[in-house]
């Protein structure tokens, strides 16, 4: 799929942009719609809790997802873009669910309904939501990776010491991705001549102190997929993340990789942590903002550049972030 962009900074136009949200309540209005569409994204991306369902009865899930596809501004939204994504806790069907949730097949093919994926794809056999989307730009590949951070998931370990939800894992035990997933995002990356990769992760990938999900709880996976990063060469990778009713921008410079690794997290589209007082993350590179807002990922590859940015109701430009690869 070739684009031309439409995004202005400054005096020139990005060649490809990405929009991209998640935590999106269909019994509250989403006034981001048109906001979206006012910045002509090349595609939109979900970043998971697309509506929040909670359920184990699929007819009660479809109902979710056909109040989502009526809602105005979306349906004006997918006339217009491609829509790709993943999917969270509550549209998977369990809050915090994991590998144990009973219904995650069934699940799965109803998410699958609501993405418009054909009946006879490969994604309809395998276990999992995960998935891998190329785009030409200007001579050059951006490769999507979704990931599916639920199906696979282990227990999380709950902290009884502190008020915080949860507390890492013992290094080693438990995984996020599973070992099918993991060996085909291995694949991918080893086979890519993508000049930038985006992986959408539904849960933060940096932000690890606050308590709840994140892959911090599971450190021995951040440590795996920083060393995939390297062994591997992968190309500007930004990864993308939600959940948290907060949106920020963090970044770790990680020994072996030439580019900074970015983690850009927004959430959330019609509710957000508007009491948010404050919390640690070390690797934090922006503002957080605390109001219902999506994020812009918009590329300038003549320059090399990325653009990251946070935006807010009327086209707010909350904080942004341009990362030169």
């Not at 915090?96 to 006879?120: R, T």
């Not at 309809?124 to 990931?147: D, M, P, W």
């Not at 599916?148 to 290094?171: A, H, I, V």
């Not at 993350?281 to 090399?304: L, M, Y």
Request: with cysteine.
């Amino acid at each position: 799929m070739r684009f031309s962009g439409g995004v202005l900074y400054g005096q020139e136009t990005a060649n490809f942009t990405i929009a991209f949200g998640s935590c999106n309540k269909t019994d509250l209005p989403n006034l981001l719609w048109d906001d979206i569409l006012n910045i002509h994204p090349d595609i939109f991306i979900w970043g998971g809790d697309n509506v929040y369902a909670d359920t184990d009865d699929m007819k009660k899930l479809t109902r979710f997802y056909e109040d989502l596809n009526k809602d105005a501004g979306y349906m004006k939204l997918k006339k217009s873009t491609p829509v790709i994504g993943t999917w969270d806790d509550h549209d998977y069907g369990l809050n915090d669910g994991g590998v144990h949730f009973k219904s995650k097949a069934a699940s799965q093919q109803v998410f699958l309904d609501f993405m418009g994926v054909e009946q006879d794809s490969p994604r309809r056999k395998q276990e999992g939501v995960y998935a891998t989307h190329s785009f030409e730009v200007g001579g050059k590949s951006i490769k999507i990776l979704v990931l599916d951070t639920r199906y696979f998931r282990s227990d999380l370990t709950p902290d009884l010491e502190s008020s915080k939800r949860n507390k890492p894992n013992p290094y080693g035990q438990g995984t996020i991705l599973g070992e099918a997933q993991w060996n085909w995002l291995e694949n991918t990356l080893k086979n890519s001549d993508a000049a930038y990769h985006i992986i959408v992760s539904s849960v933060q990938f940096l932000s690890n102190q606050h308590g709840f999900e994140c892959w911090g709880n599971f450190p021995h996976e951040v440590d795996k997929l920083e060393q995939l990063l390297i062994t591997t060469q992968a190309k500007n990778v930004i990864i993308l993340s939600g959940d948290r009713h907060i949106s920020e921008i963090s970044k770790k410079n990680v020994p072996g990789l030439s580019y900074p690794l970015i983690d850009f997290t927004s959430s959330g589209l019609t509710h957000a942590y508007s009491k948010f007082g404050g919390e640690p993350n070390p690797f934090r590179a922006s503002d957080v903002v605390s109001k219902e807002s999506f994020g812009v990922i918009s590329f300038f590859t003549n320059k090399n550049q990325v653009l990251l940015e946070m935006i807010s109701d009327g086209g707010v430009v909350e904080d942004s972030l341009t990362i030169t690869f």
